[in-house]
């Protein structure tokens, strides 16, 4: 967690009593967002005696937001509900909104396009390295092999 996803948490302390957001930094201002809403309407509506809404568990799945809580009303889940929408259309690395759109295969993620061309060319770096590393100790079994005969 970066530093402003932590001030962002401990300017909340209300509703991040038991987890920290395990998103990344590009939905930092989305739950920023999010929570200053849940907060201030809990705050101004004592006298609908709303229970605090507390996060359970903030994370990405699907590509998109989860907010997972206790307490709070229906309202307050539509607050909930318009940030995780909002989400698949911002950049969860960056918080780009204007090319961030759900993307991959196996794995789904919302990113910019500059933030997904950095994660391509990341993970084709990594699956060389893999089949180096593979090629590399099926190469030493083979020699090994052939001393020994």
């Known amino acids: 967690m970066n530093r402003k996803m932590y001030q962002m948490c401990k300017k909340y302390p209300k509703i991040f009593v038991r987890c920290w957001p395990e998103v990344g930094n590009g939905w930092c ?10 907060q201030s309407y809990i705050d101004n509506n004592k006298h609908l005696n709303i229970e605090q809404l507390e996060a ?3 994370k990405e799945k699907f590509g998109t937001l989860r907010f997972y809580s206790s307490g709070g009303n229906e309202y307050i889940r539509g607050f909930i509900s318009h ?3 909002l989400s698949s259309s911002t950049c969860e690395l ?3 909104t204007k090319t961030a759109k759900l993307r991959g295969n196996a794995w789904l ?3 910019c396009d500059v933030c997904w061309t ?4 990341q993970s084709d770096e990594y699956n060389w390295e893999v089949k180096l590393k ?9 020699i090994r092999r052939k001393l020994r005969l």
Not at 29 to 38: K, M, P, S, T, V
Not at 134 to 142: D, G, S
């Open 118 to 121: 950095k994660t391509i060319v």
């Open 83 to 85: 940030a995780e929408w």
């Open 56 to 58: 359970t568990q903030v």
């Open 109 to 111: 993620t919302t990113q």
């Open 94 to 96: 960056c918080g780009d």
């Open 29 to 38: 201002q989305l739950l920023d967002n999010l929570c200053e809403h849940i």
């Open 134 to 142: 593979y090629h590399y100790i099926r190469i030493k079994q083979w």
